[in-house]
């Protein structure tokens, strides 16, 4: 079955500082990857959706110089979370589809700490 | 129109008894509905998914339900074990499940043993 992995699986850094988190489609290729947010105990909030080679289309009220998203090939994607602030703490999710079969696939999520 | 609306919130059954979470939409062009488990700090995994043309699917102990006319679905678990306890979420997505997903708001299942 297709999978996704996301690294790291949890992350501490400071006030200000910056942070990458990866998303790797493993076994197909992944022409759409979507950019989830998940506070405790809520459902998933869709930040962004990229596709391979163009820019990615944020969700209304998130804001694209904070969460950098970069789609660069067919088997990663990458949100970088700029300038770090505490309520930038969160679960972050991606998911991916090769947009042939049907559904797509999530990553095991990242927890980001803004201390 | 793009909401899903998901319940209950929470739902507590004893082993062996059979959870129910219902799901309700109002996109006519939804055309793909999936069921999502997550347990806490993972991401979700896709448990089972149906499509409009058929009213009903099974898989092992879970089933979904759709009336289409009604723009409901819901997930049975048949006799739910402890393990089941996690947080489900249903969704809907038009493009065949390519495109975004709408989420519903999740409910928090717990299987008493």
């Known amino acids: 079955g297709a999978v996704v992995s996301q690294h790291p699986s949890r992350v501490i850094c400071k006030s200000g500082t910056s942070v990458k988190i990866e998303c790797r489609s493993l076994d197909f290729q992944a022409t759409t990857m979507f950019w989830y947010r998940q506070f405790p105990k809520k459902s998933l909030m869709l930040m962004a959706t990229?596709?391979?080679?163009?820019?990615?289309?944020?969700e209304q009220g998130v804001e694209k110089d904070k969460f950098l998203i970069n789609h660069a090939s067919l088997t990663l994607s990458t949100l970088t979370v700029t300038s770090a602030h505490p309520e930038d703490s969160s679960f972050y999710i991606c998911?991916?589809?090769?947009?042939?079969?049907?559904?797509?696939?999530f990553g095991s999520g990242t927890r980001l700490t803004v201390v | 129109q793009q909401q899903v609306k998901q319940s209950p919130q929470s739902l507590i059954v004893q082993k062996g008894g059979i959870s129910i979470i219902n799901c309700a939409y109002e996109?006519?062009?939804?055309?793909?509905f999936p069921w999502y488990q997550q347990f806490p700090g993972k991401g979700p995994a896709l448990l089972i998914a149906i499509r409009p043309d058929v009213s009903e699917k099974k898989e092992g102990r879970f089933t979904i339900s759709f009336n289409k006319s009604a723009k409901q679905f819901s997930l049975h678990i048949m006799d739910s074990q402890p393990g089941d306890s996690a947080t489900y979420f249903c969704a809907a997505s038009t493009g065949s499940g390519t495109y975004k997903y709408i989420f519903g708001t999740g409910t928090r299942l717990k299987v008493l043993a």
């Open positions: 998911s991916a589809t090769d947009s042939k079969n049907y559904g797509y696939t």
């Open positions: 996109n006519t062009a939804f055309d793909y």
């Open positions: 990229s596709n391979e080679g163009s820019k990615a289309t944020y």
